[in-house]
Nanobody, 129 residues
Framework: QVQVVESGGGLVQAGGSLRLSCEAS????????MGWFRQVPGKEREFVAA????????YYVDSVKGRFTISRDNAKNTVYLQMNSLKPEDTAVYYC??????????????????????WGKGTLVTVSS
């Protein structure tokens, strides 16, 4: 059983930065595509970013391109989300997910959120205006 734990959320002013971390233990980390989703109350969970098993390919939702960067360190079993130039509309609970079968390139598809192998419990990011 893989345990997925996010950290790094918090309160930040608009224009500021945060770095989220997600450690996945109990499995072979490099066998999983990793990524981030976010959700606000009353809305569907939204794809944010995904990274392939060895980090060669990265994908982002249009609204965060140029501001967020996803990366991973397979030696530390950890994936990161560096968030810069944060906006109030980035406020959400951010969830880390992993999938052994779904390529990172497909994670933007709405149906993929139902097929992830493992999810973390989320970390709250609040951006004040």
């Amino acid at each position: 059983q893989v345990q997925v734990v996010e950290s790094g959320g918090g309160l930040v002013q608009a224009g500021g930065s945060l770095r989220l971390s997600c450690e996945a233990s109990g499995g072979i980390f490099s066998s999983y595509h990793m990524g981030w989703f976010r959700q606000v109350p009353g809305k569907e969970r939204e794809f944010v970013a995904a990274i392939s098993r060895y980090g060669f390919n990265r994908y982002y939702v249009d609204s965060v391109k140029g501001r967020f960067t996803i990366s991973r360190d397979n030696a530390k079993n950890t994936v990161y989300l560096q968030m810069n130039s944060l906006k109030p509309e980035d406020t959400a609970v951010y969830y880390c997910a992993c999938s052994g079968a779904l390529p990172a390139s497909t994670w933007y598809q709405e149906k993929t959120r139902y097929d992830m192998d493992y999810w973390g419990k989320g970390t709250l990011v609040t951006v004040s205006s």
